[in-house]
């Protein structure tokens, strides 16, 4: 998932900005993963990024609905980025951890 921005990032890097893209890169950097429950918060926090920049999107667990991109933002990375974000959703389905 974090590759997955990543390379979000950089493809969009020219529309995003270098403040941005930088500061966007330092967030992810410092992200923690280590439960379902901050996978699917970072994943959240990725579509929100990605809708500031101008992605109009529902996403839920196995579901893509893309409404909008940003002409200037690159569609295929974004479908990408998206399906992934999905995929990540699916984790609220497991069992609560102990």
Known sequence: MI???KTWLETNRE????KWYSQLLKETKKADTDTAGRIIGLSLWM???AANLGVAA???PN??????????IDRESTEKLLHV??????????PKER
């Open 47 to 49: 579509l929100n990024m």
């Open 15 to 18: 529309i995003i900005g270098d």
């Open 58 to 60: 529902g996403v839920g």
């Open 85 to 94: 974000i999905s995929s990540c959703l699916c984790l609220q389905y497991l």
């Open 63 to 72: 579901t893509v609905n893309l409404q909008h991109v940003n002409p200037k």
């Open 3 to 5: 590759s997955n921005f």
